[in-house]
Each structure stands twice: as C-alpha cells, then as structure tokens.
C-alpha cells in the first residue's frame, strides 16, 4: 500500500522570524487504511563549513483515524516561529536552512513523509 502525503505552509513566501505559519496536511492511502498519528516538525539547520547545528523548534502532533481513496486524512498545525530566528542564510562558507517535515504514523511500515522547505527572513519593525 502507497501513501501520498502533501503538506502546505502558509504564507506561501518567506515568513518573518516571530510570526505564525500554517501548516496543511494531506495524507491519502491506495487503499483504505488506519494510520495512528499525523506529526509535524519545524527544524532549523546550519550547513557548509563547520561543525553542523540543528534545531527542533517545533513538534506537534494529531490523531490519526480512517482513511481512503478519495477520502484523505487531514490535519493542521499552527506554529510560532521563533523571534530570536535564526533567519534563512545562504553563505559561502555557512547556510543556515528551514523546513517542515510532516509524516504519517503507520503500523508495521515506513511512515511516509513529506518535507517543504521554510523560509525565515527578519522582522520588520
């Protein structure tokens, strides 16, 4: 059995640092089935020279319940980015990305996922 997860951030652009985003999820089996738990996750990571760092900022997570083709399980997450950042950097020596991983909990199986990239920009005034 297949699942095809989608998840949707709101704003659909960058956000800025102590704001709220949105988060969307979809999750539709091939078939009918029963998954345990939708989770989310906003995570932080530095990449490029260095040592790498990463942050969990965010975990959530709802029920599960029944779903099938053409009737897919939903949930949403409303999250407070952090005000203190870090803001989304691209660097040559150091980058420091965002994203939001969603996934389904499923027994006896992989969890599929669905990761959207996030970008945190500084806040005005």
């Known amino acids: 059995m297949k699942w095809a997860v989608d998840a949707r951030v709101e704003p659909d652009g960058p956000a800025e640092a102590g704001s709220t985003v949105w988060v969307w ?26 040592t790498p ?17 053409g009737t897919p399980l939903t949930a949403e997450f409303q999250i407070a980015l952090p005000a203190a950042g ?6 040559r020596l150091i980058a420091i990305g965002w994203h939001v991983r969603v996934w389904v909990d499923l027994a006896w199986t ?5 990761v959207v990239p996030l970008v945190v920009v500084p806040r005005r005034g």
């Open 25 to 50: 999820v979809k999750a539709e089996p091939s078939e009918p089935a029963t998954c345990r738990a939708v989770h989310c996750e906003l995570v932080w990571a530095t990449g490029g020279r260095g």
């Open 53 to 69: 760092d990463r942050a969990c900022v965010f975990t959530g997570r709802k029920d599960g319940g029944a779903a099938a083709p």
């Open 86 to 91: 870090p803001i989304t950097y691209g660097g």
């Open 110 to 114: 992989q969890d599929p996922e669905a």
